[in-house]
């Protein structure tokens, strides 16, 4: 159990792994607070390889916290568009003007104040802290959670914040002074490229293999353990590809709520047929003239998952505003709406298809 063990014999084996097997990555080059602030809010819940891109091209068009905290708001939403989890981005965006009211632009080198800011919880704030400025405290996410979880053979409930704060709490009692962001930085890499989530953990290849409890034991493959969460709710969904020869409508969601903010195709609740189809579209005051059964889709939200069916519908000349709807021109569409990733199955009829 966690309790145990001394987590003082993790530090070297770890560090001198890290300095062998550290990847290259955008955000580890010319590290600023910024920088490390942008990537960390990224990361959450993405894949590292597809938020390379993402990362890049962001700090191209707002490389400064005045940038981000100036940006028009669907502009920024384009710049995130694929990411998910608006609310990140849009967290971000006010804490970046409240560091420009308070900090004078500059991220403060201070964990408690970081940790006042919208959208910075203890990870990303120990995240900061500890790469940007060198402050010796931790940066416990899911990926350190698991290893330390599994190198001490610790059963306890990680859905639990009581015990993330443990967690932190002893981790922060082991973290070599002067080497803050490489202890925290290797913590998350053999996470994540060594002791895995899903699958057989690459046990020959990690630092901590001749002391690991969960694996002396035979228990690591069923840690980190976490209560069942309750099962996702299933909503179906129509959506309509509405175009003439050369527009499209999309319409803005709600300010509040489920992707809230963002672009969309018109859709409506349920699985329609055809037919009802044909009327919902005519309920918009539109005029179809052609209709084409699209393919089906699915999209996992947090606690929601869409089962879509979709339809291509040619309408005559889109020049009125009608019940919310925008016209646009497709490459307008295109290039500067925002629309979310459970749209993605559709998005290809922006580039001309159909």
Request: proline letters at 6%; glycine letters at 6%; a negative charge.
């Amino acid at each position: 159990m966690l309790h145990d063990f001394d987590l003082r014999i993790l530090a070297e084996p770890l560090l001198q792994w890290y300095q062998e097997h550290a990847r290259a990555l955008p955000w580890r080059e010319n590290i600023t607070p910024y920088r490390v602030w942008v990537s960390e809010i990224m990361l959450q819940q993405t894949r590292v390889e597809a938020v390379k891109p993402y990362f890049e091209r962001f700090m191209r068009t707002l490389p400064t916290i005045q940038d981000l905290a100036e940006c028009d708001e669907d502009r920024l939403l384009k710049l995130w568009e694929g990411l998910g989890y608006y609310n990140r981005v849009r967290n971000m965006q006010e804490a970046a003007r409240t560091v420009m009211s308070l900090y004078g632009g500059c991220l403060p080198a201070d964990y408690e104040k970081l940790l006042t800011l919208k959208g910075i919880g203890s990870y990303t704030a120990g995240a900061i802290a500890s790469a940007a400025f060198g402050i010796p405290v931790p940066a416990v996410d899911g990926n350190v959670l698991r290893v330390i979880m599994r190198v001490t053979a610790d059963d306890s409930d990680i859905m639990k914040q009581s015990v993330k704060h443990d967690v932190e709490r002893r981790i922060a009692a082991v973290i070599p002074p002067e080497h803050a962001s490489e202890f925290n930085q290797a913590l998350m890499e053999l996470g994540a490229i060594v002791c895995l989530p899903g699958g057989e953990p690459l046990c020959g290849e990690c630092p901590w293999n001749t002391f690991c409890e969960g694996k002396k034991q035979g228990i690591h493959l069923r840690l980190p353990f976490r209560k069942k969460a309750a099962p996702r709710r299933c909503e179906e969904r129509t959506v309509f590809i509405i175009r003439d020869a050369d527009k499209i409508v999309l319409r803005r969601r709600p300010d509040h709520g489920l992707l809230a903010g963002l672009y969309e195709f018109p859709n409506e609740s349920g699985h329609l047929t055809q037919d009802e189809a044909v009327r919902a579209v005519q309920d918009m005051r539109l005029h179809p003239l052609r209709i084409q059964k699209l393919e089906d889709a699915r999209h996992i939200f947090s606690h929601v998952e869409w089962h879509m069916t979709g339809y291509m519908v040619q309408v005559d000349s889109l020049t009125r505003d009608e019940a919310g709807l925008l016209f646009l021109a497709i490459e307008d569409a295109r290039e500067h709406y925002p629309i979310p990733s459970a749209f993605s199955a559709y998005t290809t009829y922006l580039n001309g298809a159909g």
